[in-house]
């Protein structure tokens, strides 16, 4: 299903603990043309998000209908950037691991079910 | 990649030229300048008065930079040249180019110099598939620079070409109009940049003024060499084979953009700089004893690509462990499904064998407990997408039937896994190494989650589960009565897939086989329809799909034969593993230390030479590590808790063979034996 960018940056401010990125610490920013820009931090498993402009250790450009279709899990992260849909400043290993623990993809982690 | 080529390379960029330094690429040579899967520069030829310049040498000790010298053809086998030619390139973000002019004459000259350009932006896929590009090439002069470039929708590669002084630019090349004294000396710089390549831009090349300032990614190869163990040994062609498979490995480590440090083993030059799970892991392993950052990051790397999702496009499923990234044109438009794809069904039980094998080597254990999380999701993929059908045996079946692996073993090409009588084995196939590597790491995890981990229940579960799977697979995979070996996998209806293989040694190498069945699995591999003398085929010679050319259904792979006599050290044939190892580092003395990815499978006897095989890559990794195993083999290198275990089992032929400062848990050790094991007699035997 899709959703809007709306409710994907506010289901992302709730500030939540997730086991899968204890190892891991980085920030990702997310500008997204006419919309605005909201950052992500990752700090050893406390996931938070807030709109803002801030510095990031990556910085994912793109249009809102591909945002939404990245974090739908609708468009691959790595494609989009090869195609040059998306732009990409900045650390792609933080990127490909913030992208995976966005909330519309958490919600699709019922497609881990046995096909 | 043919013989006489030249590779220099730094992280994901390199070049290969001809020994002149030309590029002249062909549907036949492999040539150009490669970053990222995209080949940026398939023309680069250079002229001097409209003639091309012949070779004196070429000099490329170092494999991120090469020199070429060179003089005007004269039209005679006699070189009486009034003029040298040096060009000195060194590669990083493109490369960089010096050109060197030398009047040895009295008299004064003008010349005319020029470089021909051009650019295919050729992916891997479209080369291999004779496949037609879809984009616009375009090409231009601007702002002091040649734009070479290649468009589709917003997919955009551009390369650019910037030369110094007074060169005249067009939209194929660079011209200088050189006017020398008599000995005078002309330069001239020419950058070749890889400017746009989708996630980063660059106006220069790495390095400023050529090879002799350039310092590639990572540890240089002087570094590398001085960090490895030394050989010492009597037989003095083994030191050029030992050396060669060091520089070829360091020139293959591969710094991918996902870690922010640290490199890893690409498959192979040209078209194989890439991640691929199955080769990274195996190179890895066989290099343990002598560098252990390779695995390290494989690892990393590998352990935070992990798959998460089910993507049948990918064939990845959650704990999956990839196959192989790539970043070309057709990976790119999803017209291809390696970003990453998954459809390697060994992967992940061979990773978690080198989680294990490289705590045995280096005692990091802070990297084990980093990575718990990954292995226990790699050991409940094994369990829950492995075993497709819950019969306890791994299978495998690509989802993606247009462009996905209908082989996703090592033995990858269409036809490999065959029937006694040639016919094709249905799908799912389970082929009987990756049940072996699948016992394998389950021991292995076992005693990770027991001594590290702390959960005494996970090893006592893993354990049952190991001990359960080799009862049933000795009796499952067995090919009875007079035959006597192991089948290459069961087909898609549970029927024993009767080939007799080279897969069989790597039973030996997981511990799977049954004690009561190794004479006889041993006795086939050393035996006239497996073993040539040079080697051990990858299909024994009389069954159905048997070629001695033929890719995987004959011809003899080096790795295949490292990890069978390892495989044959396990289970203390130490007479079959010795032969195996010197026959192999033979075998490189016939190649120039280089050992190639497969040769052809003519018995020794017939051709009293290894016939080599036409194959994609050379240098390839898994060969290049190949005299690395072979080395441990000879010298029986165990770790045994902090100490290091020498046990050798060395020919006659090789008088004396020792490593100094072998690297491992232990500081530096030292190894060395005499050669004492005769090789005459043919049956296969414990010592």
């Given at each position: 299903m899709a959703h809007s960018i709306q409710q994907i940056i506010d289901e992302t401010k709730t500030e939540r603990f997730d086991?899968?990125?204890?190892?891991f610490q980085g920030t990702c920013r997310f500008d997204i043309e006419g919309v605005g820009s909201y950052l992500v931090e990752v700090d050893h498993g406390r996931v938070a998000a807030r709109v803002s402009h801030g510095p990031a250790d990556c910085v994912i450009t793109s249009s809102p209908d591909d945002f939404v279709r990245i974090l739908d899990g609708e468009q691959n992260l790595l494609t989009a950037f090869m195609q040059g849909r998306v732009g990409l400043q900045g650390d792609l290993a933080v990127a490909m691991v913030v992208h995976e623990f966005v909330p519309a993809h958490r919600r699709e982690e019922g497609r881990e079910a046995r096909p | 990649m043919s013989a006489g080529m030249v590779s220099v390379l730094d992280g994901e960029t390199f070049a290969v030229s001809d020994r002149r330094g030309d590029m002249d690429a062909s549907p036949t040579e492999t040539a150009g300048l490669f970053h990222m899967d995209t080949r940026y520069l398939s023309r680069w030829i250079l002229t001097v008065d409209g003639k091309r310049p012949g070779l004196l040498s070429t000099d490329d000790l170092a494999y991120h930079a090469a020199q070429f010298f060179l003089v005007p053809t004269?039209?005679?086998?006699y070189v009486d040249a009034p003029l040298s030619i040096i060009r000195r390139r060194a590669v990083g973000h493109g490369f960089h180019e010096d050109l060197e002019l030398l009047n040895h004459a009295r008299e004064p000259r003008d010349l005319e110099v020029r470089v021909e350009v051009g650019s295919d932006f050729a992916d891997l896929f479209e080369v291999k598939d004779a496949l037609a590009k879809k984009g616009e090439l375009y090409r231009r002069v601007e702002d002091g620079h040649i734009v070479l470039g290649y468009r589709r929708d917003r997919f955009v590669r551009e390369t650019w070409i910037v030369a110094s002084g007074d060169a005249e630019l067009d939209e194929s090349g660079v011209r200088y109009r050189v006017h020398l004294e008599p000995h005078g000396e002309w330069s001239a710089r020419l950058e070749v940049v890889?400017?746009?390549?989708?996630?980063e831009r660059h106006?220069?090349?790495?390095?400023?003024?050529?090879?002799?300032k350039a310092r590639p990614e990572g540890t240089s190869l002087q570094e590398w060499v001085d960090n490895a163990p030394r050989l010492v040994s009597s037989w003095t062609q083994l030191h050029r084979t030992y050396e060669r498979s060091l520089a070829d490995l360091a020139g293959l480590r591969f710094y991918p953009r996902f870690l922010k440090e640290g490199a890893l083993p690409a498959a192979g030059l040209p078209w194989f700089m890439a991640v691929f799970g199955r080769d990274s892991i195996i190179t890895s392993l066989q290099a343990l004893p002598f560098e252990s950052e390779m695995a390290r990051t494989a690892l990393l790397l590998l352990g935070a690509m992990q798959g998460t999702r089910v993507d049948g496009f990918r064939d990845e499923e959650p704990g999956k462990i990839l196959h192989e990234l790539r970043f070309g044109e057709l990976t790119a438009f999803e017209?291809?499904?390696?970003?990453?794809?998954?459809?390697?069904?060994?992967t992940t039980a061979l990773y978690l064998v080198l989680l294990d094998e490289y705590e045995r080597w280096t005692g990091d254990v802070d990297l084990v407990r980093r990575l718990e999380r990954t292995a226990r999701k790699a050991l409940a993929w094994i369990d829950e997408y492995g075993d497709r059908d819950g019969d306890g045996y791994q299978e495998y079946q690509t989802q993606?039937?247009?462009?996905?692996?209908?082989?996703?073993?090592?033995?990858?090409?269409?036809?490999?896994?065959?029937?006694?009588?040639g016919t094709l084995a249905k799908l799912p196939r389970a082929c009987c190494e990756i049940q072996g590597y699948v016992y394998d790491a389950r021991r292995r995890c076992a005693r990770l989650a027991r001594?590290?981990?702390?959960d005494a229940a996970l090893a006592g579960k893993l354990e049952e589960q190991a001990d359960a799977l080799k009862r049933r697979f000795n009796e499952d995979f067995w090919v009875g009565g007079d035959r006597g070996y192991f089948a290459l996998a069961l087909d898609?209806?549970?029927?024993?897939?009767d080939s007799l293989t080279s897969n069989i040694g790597h039973l030996l190498w997981s511990g799977i086989v049954d004690d009561s069945k190794a004479d006889a699995v041993v006795a086939h591999l050393m035996g006239p329809r497996l073993f040539t003398g040079w080697g051990v085929r990858t299909m024994a010679e009389g069954?159905?799909?048997?070629?001695?050319?033929?890719?995987?259904?004959?011809t003899v792979w080096p790795h295949d034969n490292s990890i069978i006599a390892m495989g044959l050290r396990r289970y203390r044939y130490d007479r079959e593993a010795a032969r195996l190892a010197y026959a192999m580092l033979e075998v490189a003395t016939f190649f120039d230390g280089r050992l190639p990815e497969a040769f052809a499978a003519h018995p020794r006897a017939y051709t009293e030479f290894p016939v080599e095989y036409p194959t994609?890559?050379?240098?390839?990794a898994w060969a290049a590590g190949t005299p690395l195993a072979m080395l441990r083999v000879l010298l029986g290198l165990e770790p045994v808790g902090d100490h290091l275990l020498v046990a050798p089992a060395v020919?006659?032929?090789?008088e004396q063979l020792g490593l100094t400062n072998i690297p491992g848990r232990w500081g530096r050790a030292d190894a060395f034996a005499r050669?004492?094991?005769?090789?005459?007699?043919d049956l296969p035997r414990r010592h």
């Open positions: 086991e899968r990125l204890v190892d | 004269t039209g005679t086998i890889t400017a746009f390549d989708g996630f106006d220069r090349a790495k390095y400023e003024s050529g090879s002799s017209e291809r499904p390696q970003s990453p794809y998954f459809g390697g069904a060994d993606n039937p247009e462009t996905g692996l209908p082989n996703q073993c090592w033995k990858d090409s269409p036809g490999a896994i065959v029937f006694s009588d001594e590290i981990w702390n898609g209806d549970k029927r024993k897939v069954e159905g799909a048997y070629s001695p050319i033929g890719y995987h259904v004959g994609a890559c050379s240098p390839q020919p006659v032929e090789i050669g004492r094991i005769a090789l005459e007699g």
